[in-house]
């Protein structure tokens, strides 16, 4: 086995416990797949995938920061389920 060297990398705490759930379903841990992560570029000689700025045209930006700044206002109101939304919208 090759020499292993211990890395210490600080990630978002939502995109952690996400990865966590999705590598757990795949029968590995975080060390497992950054390692895989790690040999593919290494075996590829860059990314293994596309890095690139997404180029959205002025009404998706427009529609992006419109729902940002709702999704931010404590006034809008909010539901939990699709059926509480169908109950207000009802009512």
């Given at each position: 086995?090759?020499?292993?060297?211990?890395?210490?990398?600080?990630?978002?705490?939502?995109?952690?416990?996400?990865?966590?759930?999705?590598?757990?379903?795949?029968?590995?841990?975080?060390?497992?797949?950054v390692d895989m992560f790690l040999h593919r570029c290494a075996l590829r000689g860059g990314i293994p995938f596309?890095?690139?700025?997404?180029?959205?045209?002025?009404?998706?930006?427009?529609?992006?920061?419109?729902?940002?700044?709702?999704?931010?206002?404590?006034?809008?109101?909010?539901?939990?389920?699709?059926?509480?939304?169908?109950?207000?919208?009802?009512?």
């Amino acid at each position: 086995m090759p020499d292993s060297v211990a890395v210490q990398i600080s990630i978002d705490r939502e995109i952690k416990e996400q990865a966590d759930l999705l590598f757990s379903s795949l029968a590995l841990d975080m060390s497992g797949a950054v390692d895989m992560f790690l040999h593919r570029c290494a075996l590829r000689g860059g990314i293994p995938f596309p890095v690139e700025m997404p180029r959205y045209n002025q009404n998706a930006r427009d529609a992006m920061k419109g729902a940002r700044r709702i999704s931010d206002d404590p006034a809008v109101k909010s539901y939990d389920s699709l059926d509480d939304l169908k109950k207000a919208i009802s009512d």
